[in-house]
């Protein structure tokens, strides 16, 4: 077992573990993107960000490729951390403004304005796909190609993949392309409406002990006005 | 290439890490470049999945999927070059050679690529065509350099023979280029290569003439030693796969500016190499 501290709590996990891990297990909320269970840990969105260390040797690692350490002070949202996570936030959300799930993140993390330049690219490079297709599909028919502003993902040369199946895993696992965040007003990069969307029930007495499974959630709302009269 | 000989390349650095780093190195060293079959078969030799093979082929910037061009023509880009108007010239190379950077003329004479920085950044913007440096570029300039390019930068003075000329070589390890121009050999910028025998480590200096055996060495190496060949510049050892026909002593192959490969036998006197100009054998 490894002794360590998290959030100034002294806790134990378990050898081999990674902060994420750790973290997850005892409750402690990380935002991940790139990151899922199954798949090899990858450190490729920077969301999962914490503050290791002390004073002047405090740093900040990416969680859940950081295994734990005896000793180790981690910080889950420290100051340093939350600006840094949202500055990330804000640069992911200029790579794909289209992308409900990190329209999402936005909102979750009050990210409320976008200083940079748009760029509706359909990829933020977190490499789920990759890592699906090839390990959990055992295909490996798409692979990172170039690197730096010309790193994409796909099929070598482009041509259509032999090991293919058309399984649909990749496209599942995709954050940029699975939800499309249909905000009205494009040109305002930062959307916020799902997410700040309060249930209408939760103030409608008649609604406050039941249990509602109705989507899109405002569905009770949109029941034509004749037939709540009668 | 034949698929054999990838995998004889293949089987001798199966074992070590990174291996198919070695692997595409040496089958680029040969080719000139990486064909899609050759990674392909890579590939299959050595039981990856095709995407990893390319994705290293087309991270490194060592490797080329594209068959380059007879002159190199690199730009700067970097951080220096760029403030003093780089971008003008890349533009103006583009419009001269009809190509963007990373490609290669139809009729094969050009590749333009750019670069981060050539460590001159006093005279940038810097372009090197064929390991000539021409340093305060404008775009005013390009036709012209290109022009002397096409002429050919290191054309030989030395009459009608046709069998002796200039050779621009670079390493086949780190493609850093090898010619010393500080030092003449027969008239002509020296090859400079780093040799080691007999307990003794030095430079040695070969003619850059192709048909001339003119050598130079800081120790004088008996005749019939076989010495070991070294890049100055990633100290990789130079000595091939490939034997002597003559005496079995390992040849030393260095990339030929412009495609192809030159071998030379590392036993001192032993009179044999072999020029290799993409694909065509001459044997001398
Ligand atoms: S979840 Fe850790 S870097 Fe993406
Ligand atoms: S930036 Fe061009 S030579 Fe340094």
Known sequence: MIKLWINDLPVEVEEGSTILE?????????PTLCHMDSLSPYGACRLCIVEIGEGDRAKLVSSCTYPVENGLKVRTASERVVKARKMIIELLLATCPQSKVIQDLASAHGVRQQRFKQEYDDCILCGLCVRMCKEQMMAGAIGFRGRGERRSIGTPFDAKSETCRLCGGCIHVCPACTLRCTYSEPEKAVCGGCANLEPPCIEKEEFHDMMCYMRPCVACEIIPTEKKQS | MRIDTIQGIIGKHKNDKGGLISVLEEIQSKLGYLTRESLEAVAEGMGKPLTDVYGVATFFRAFSLKPRGKHLVSACVGTACHVRGSHAVVRELEKVLGVKPGDTTADNEFTLETVA??????????????????????????????????????????????????????CPRCNHGLMDSGKLIDGKPSIKLTVSFGGKHGWLRLSSLYGSYSVECEYEVPVETVVNFFC?????ELGGSQECSDCQAPMVPLLVDGGGMIQVCSRRGCKVHMLDLNGVNFDF
């Open chain 1, 22 to 30: 750790a973290a997850k297990f005892l409750g402690f909320p990380i």
């Open chain 2, 117 to 170: 920085c050539l460590g001159a950044c006093a005279l940038g913007p810097m372009v090197v065509i064929d390991g000539h440096f021409f340093s305060k570029m404008n775009s005013g300039k390009v036709k012209g350099v290109i022009d002397r390019a096409r002429a050919g930068l290191d054309r030989s003075e030395g009459g009608g023979d046709e069998r002796v000329f200039p050779l621009v070589v670079r």
């Open chain 2, 232 to 236: 100055p510049h990633c100290h990789a």
